[in-house]
């Protein structure tokens, strides 16, 4: 059974800085694209960002750009994403996500628990 783990959810104030883990088990993940979305209160999900396997393709939503960086270790079949410059609108549970293929789809099949971060004004 697959499973993806978030880590590193938090408080932050704005500015500031958070760094998610999402940690994935249960098969291979060979060609496999995985990456991140969110929801904020009283909103729908939202894609924020994606990942290849080979880490070559790399693709943000156009409200993280150039503050959010996504990367991957395959040895650790892990994901990261770096967020900087946190605004009080980044506020929101983050879901770690994958799918087969090159790049993360609108309903992925696999979703981690969600993760909560929060960034205070």
């Known amino acids: 059974q697959v499973q993806l783990v978030e880590s590193g959810g938090g408080l932050v104030q704005a500015g500031g800085s958070l760094r998610l883990s999402c940690a994935a088990s249960?098969?291979?993940?060979?060609?496999?694209?995985m990456g991140w979305f969110r929801q904020a209160p009283g909103k729908e999900r939202e894609f924020v960002a994606g990942?290849?396997?080979?880490?070559?393709?790399?693709y943000y939503a156009d409200s993280v750009k150039g503050r959010f960086t996504i990367s991957r270790d395959n040895a650790k079949n892990t994901i990261y994403l770096q967020m900087n410059s946190l605004k009080p609108e980044d506020t929101a549970i983050y879901y770690c996500?994958?799918?087969?293929?090159?790049?993360?789809?609108?309903?992925?099949?696999?979703w981690g628990q969600g993760t909560q971060v929060t960034v205070s004004s």
């Open positions: 996500v994958a799918n087969q293929g090159h790049r993360i789809g609108p309903n992925p099949n696999y």
């Open positions: 249960g098969r291979t993940f060979n060609n496999y694209a």
């Open positions: 990942i290849s396997w080979t880490g070559i393709s790399i």
